[in-house]
């Protein structure tokens, strides 16, 4: 079981998150034209590198959602912040 | 002569005697006592059958090393299968029956199927059964091959707990090295936790006579005591048995016969393996005889026991530590041969052991004892990541580099000498350069030669021989990982302990390679057998999946509530009546002519504020809520972004910034956590909040013709007057002082209020509903009458009538998708080539011939073709409606047949059916109801 560091509760047990997404995606303007390719790769295409790679993940007791860089090779984690800083 | 009790040694508590019953025979053994070791110090040999032929089997060895002696144990009521007899601690009257064998281990009907052993090699099943299904096949074989039955009422009373726990140094393994390391770490102030799988600690310690210049047991005694002084803390009767991610190691901590073990999650910041060797079995003829057993097994039995493993005692150990085990042996009194494994091996006799014979020698004896060489215990270090190395001079796996948290020191690092492994030890514990491994300890396994004369076997678990790993590499099954599949060796509880390397030395040895070179199959947790209990602990039942209960349960209760499960609540569904289908046909004419009053606070709640709320809620719904007007109600769906209808409901807007939420009962935490995730990733949220009120604010819906009659005597200081207060509004008024929120939106197409108060008004609100309505002949209204009167009105409830398919323009509702300008969650998905199908399924009504019964729910629509019925749509849901007198259904069914008045034919369970197609609204359909 992985130990995770929420940046606002501090380190808790895997059980208590969620993956999101991956982070620095985004979601096409749907106002405007969509390929069925790119919609779809969207949808569905995810990178999941073998090694670094930067998450969205939630805490579910607190229900914020951070950005976690973690090593999917070597299980440890890089570094969280909120995501909040991204959106604003 | 077999097994028998050696005076004054050993642990046991030889006052204290034990009677218990094996196979139908009584025995005595002493406290302290395991099962193995009381039957061998009865003189009992065959203690089970093998997996697959039958053929008798005796413990290999002491402790969870032996594969063969496995049990299922009856005491105190309790009967348990699968009971490892080697590990399992004697208790007064436990009944053990051997398990694979009828009537009896020594009498075993089905031992004939050794008879047959030559048509039964590797790959038997799977060649032979092909054909014409394995499925045919596999009952069969699997009760032949079963090793006892769990009854269901064992496992109720059987729980285990879940603890965590975390330490500076975990210590794994109670022998000499272990402890050694366990006290020069506590004093040096670490936090530090001993795990020790037996009773006692000492290891394979107990075995020697002096420890450090001290006599053994004095040696132990200060050792540990100075340990507890230094604030170190034993768990004993305690197995790591994994590692998991970010140095959690799992500990299973016995707590007796039939009582769930306990689970640790141990957080150590490191740990020390300590966890010993094991032997390695010498691979020889008939080398599965009962009295063929371990050399360090047989030692560990008289050091813990008591217990001699045979009179006359040949040994085949060609490695440097057998001599002290020897020595050891004779001084209890055995005769001792040492014997050479210099040519072709095989065991003499049966059941009974006459000899061994070497090459044209032949050895009288009663009792065989092997080791091939030390493989040390490396599991929890291959858990960790850590890696092997082969070392040629002990001729076995050693650790090489790993993980930095994790050091293997004495027999578990190959360090077999006793002085050596305590310098590594303390070494080690205290975080010093561990000193260069000495390598005085020498090992020369003799190689596997195939032969025809007898069998040889590699996995005593699984009968696995030589031959079986021949033909495997034979047919090319030579990576490790195919062999192991393909012969099945290393499985079951074994996993290897035993077999894996004397498996691995065969093929190598058959295809003329090494064993670096041949390789080793994945470690992998658990490491002893551990009971499913385990891991489940605690979570059964209601503590696994707890039912959210009313705040009102009590007055349905007192009102004659039938309660059931709805979306994880505990809800009534009827109330009263001779039988549910009376009492829901009551309630429905009930609210058709007066009114029904029903607990709706399951209902969802969920506000949703803030300058960008109403952008949100209109990104969030398919249907437009931006032109939503303060005080109104629409009604809408939820999507996923791939289009697929996630929840209705309705959503209200109580002023410019401020929106209620009112998804299904069971959907308010997906839907707030969808809510949360679109909040937080994509928007600034801090122009939106989310806020689930669920549970703050009951609701009492009254509906049906009399329900304005009967919230006008509730005082709730709102107009209702149908000008004042239309369908699909909001007020906001007062019920004895408290706020209240009045919803008029309807599921059952009569005039509806929802009326939501704080949790402290909620019994006065339903006991005063209640009382005025029964003026008027209104009553309590369950669930189910709740789910015919929405089908009626062919209203959906999502789950039951849509499915992981189904879009908004499927269930008629298509404007937004066309007309919608916003961005909203899943609009691209409803242009796809899917989306836009022309044989995409309508949802519509099915109506039956003049008494024709009910459709049965999920009769499949068909079409006749050449390849006869295909589906083309399915029956969601079927009621009788007493409104109606007649049964009505819903159903999806392909658009291009779902014109209504059209005769469709359906398909159940080999019945045929007929309906004729409908619109979904059987009732009231121009709403003259619902808006009056």
């Known amino acids: ?88 | 002569m077999t097994g028998f009790r050696a005076p004054a040694r050993g642990l046991i508590d030889r006052n204290r005697i034990l009677s218990f019953r094996f196979d139908g025979r009584a025995y005595y053994g002493c406290a302290g006592d395991t099962v193995v070791s009381a039957l061998l110090a009865n003189g009992v040999r065959v203690m089970g059958r093998s997996f697959k032929y039958h053929r008798p089997r005796g413990a290999w060895s002491s402790w969870f090393d032996d594969p063969n002696a496995v049990f299922a144990i009856r005491l105190n009521g309790h009967e348990l299968p699968n009971c490892p007899g080697a590990t399992t601690e004697l208790q007064d009257g436990m009944e053990v029956r051997s398990v694979n064998a009828f009537p009896s281990a020594r009498f075993d009907l089905k031992s004939a199927l050794d008879l047959g052993h030559r048509f039964l090699p590797a790959g038997f099943y799977y060649k032979t059964f092909m054909w014409p299904d394995w499925h045919l096949f596999e009952p069969t074989i699997r009760r032949m091959a079963g090793l006892g039955k769990l009854e269901m009422s064992e496992i109720d009373g059987y729980v285990s707990d879940q603890t965590h726990d975390a330490c500076d140094l975990l210590v794994v393994g109670g022998g000499p090295s272990g402890i050694a390391a366990a006290r020069a770490a506590a004093e040096r102030g670490m936090s530090v936790v001993l795990v020790e799988d037996h009773d006692a600690l000492g290891g394979s310690g107990l075995q020697v006579a002096r420890i450090e210049d001290r006599d053994m047991a004095v040696w132990m005694r200060e050792q540990i005591a100075a340990f507890q002084a230094a604030g170190g803390q034993i768990l004993s009767r305690t197995t790591a048995f994994g590692v998991y991610d970010h140095q959690l190691v799992a500990l299973i901590q016995q707590r007796g016969f039939g009582r769930g073990p306990r689970l640790i999650r141990m957080r150590a910041q490191r740990c020390v393996l300590a966890a010993g060797a094991l032997d390695r079995p010498v691979t020889f003829g008939n080398n599965d005889r009962p009295g063929v057993m371990s050399l360090a097994g047989a030692c560990d039995l008289l050091a813990r026991y008591g217990v001699l493993a045979g009179q006359r005692i040949a040994v085949m150990a060609p490695h440097s530590q057998a001599a002290a085990q020897i020595e050891m042996l004779r001084d209890a009194g055995a005769t001792m041969t040492e014997v050479a494994p210099d040519g072709p091996a095989r065991a003499l006799g049966g059941k009974r052991l006459r000899g061994l014979r070497v090459g044209d020698q032949t050895y009288g004896c009663d009792t065989i004892l092997t080791s091939a060489g030390m493989m040390p215990v490396l599991h929890l270090w291959r858990h960790a990541g850590g890696k092997l190395s082969w070392d040629s001079t002990a001729s076995a796996f050693v650790p090489a580099s790993g993980p930095d948290w994790m050091t293997a020191v004495g027999g578990a690092n190959g360090t077999f000498d006793l002085a050596d492994a305590l310098i590594e030890a303390r070494a080690v514990a205290v975080g010093d350069d561990r000193p260069k491994r000495l390598c005085a300890y020498q090992a020369h396994p003799p190689e596997v030669v195939l032969t025809d004369k007898s069998r040889q076997w590699v996995d005593f678990q699984n009968d696995v021989t030589v031959k079986d790993i021949e033909i495997a590499a034979r047919e090319n099954y030579v990576s490790v990982e195919h062999l192991k599949r393909y012969t099945t060796l290393g499985m079951a509880t074994d996993q290897g302990k035993t077999s894996n390397i004397p498996g691995l030395s065969t093929m190598a040895s058959l295809r003329g390679k090494s064993i670096p070179e041949t390789g080793t199959t994945t470690f992998r947790p658990p490491f002893v057998p551990v009971p499913l209990e385990l891991y489940r602990g605690a979570h059964r039942g209601q503590q696994f999946h707890p039912l959210k209960r009313l705040c009102l349960e009590h007055r349905h209760r007192a009102a004659g509530a039938a309660l059931g499960e709805y979306g994880g609540w505990l809800r009534p569904g009827w109330y009263g009546g001779d039988t549910p289908q009376d009492a829901i046909q009551r309630e429905i004419a009930m609210v058709r002519h007066s009114a029904g009053v029903m607990d709706a606070s399951p209902l969802g709640k969920i506000e949703v504020m803030g300058p960008d709320a109403e952008q949100f809620v209109n990104f969030i719904y398919y249907n437009t809520i931006a032109t939503l007007k303060p005080g109104f109600i629409r009604y809408g769906f939820m999507l996923t972004e791939g289009g697929i209808v996630y929840d209705d409901g309705v959503i209200a807007r109580i002023d410019q910034n401020r929106f209620v939420i009112s998804c299904s009962s069971s959907h308010v935490e997906g839907v707030s956590a969808m809510l949360e995730a679109w909040r937080q990733d994509g928007n600034d949220p801090d122009r939106i909040f989310v806020h689930d009120t669920t549970l703050n604010w009951p609701t009492i819906t009254v509906t049906g013709p009399k329900a304005r009659d009967i919230l006008r005597r509730l005082d709730l200081g709102v107009d209702l007057s149908p000008d004042a207060f239309g369908h699909m509004q909001m007020r906001e008024g007062r019920f004895q002082a408290a706020p209240a929120r009045i919803a008029r939106v309807s599921f059952t197409g009569e005039v509806s209020y929802e009326i939501s108060v704080p949790v402290a008004q909620a019994q006065a609100l339903w006991d005063a509903a209640l009382e005025v309505g029964a003026e008027h002949g209104a009553g309590p209204l369950g669930l189910e009458a709740v789910s015919v009167m929405r089908a009626e009105k062919g209203y959906v409830i999502i789950g039951k009538d849509t499915d992981g398919e189904t879009m908004p323009h499927d269930l008629g509702f298509s404007i937004p998708r066309l007309k919608k300008k916003a961005a909203f969650v899943g609009d691209r998905a409803l242009h796809t080539e899917n989306a836009t199908r022309p044989d995409r399924r309508r949802f519509v009504g099915l109506k039956v011939p003049d008494g024709d019964p009910m459709l049965p729910v999920s009769a499949h629509i068909v079409t006749r073709g050449q390849g006869g019925p295909s589906s083309c749509g399915y029956v969601s849901s079927s009621y009788l409606s007493p409104t109606l007198g007649h049964p009505i259904a819903l159903a999806h069914l392909d658009q291009t047949q779902a014109t209504e008045g059209t005769e469709v034919e359906l398909l159940h369970l080999g019945q045929t059916r007929r309906a004729i197609v409908t619109a979904p609204c059987f009732f009231d359909p121009k709403g003259e109801r619902l808006h009056a």
């Open chain 1, 1 to 88: 079981m992985q130990k995770f560091p929420c940046p606002f509760c501090g380190l808790r047990d895997e059980r208590e998150f969620r993956f999101a997404a991956e982070a620095g995606k985004r979601r096409p303007d749907t106002t405007r034209d969509i390929s069925a390719r790119d919609w779809s790769d969207h949808l569905h295409v995810v990178r999941n590198p073998l090694g670094a790679t930067r998450e969205i993940w939630v805490h579910m007791p607190c229900q914020e959602y951070f950005v976690m860089a973690r090593d999917t090779a070597a299980m440890t984690v890089l570094d969280v912040e909120p995501l909040r800083k991204e959106t604003v």
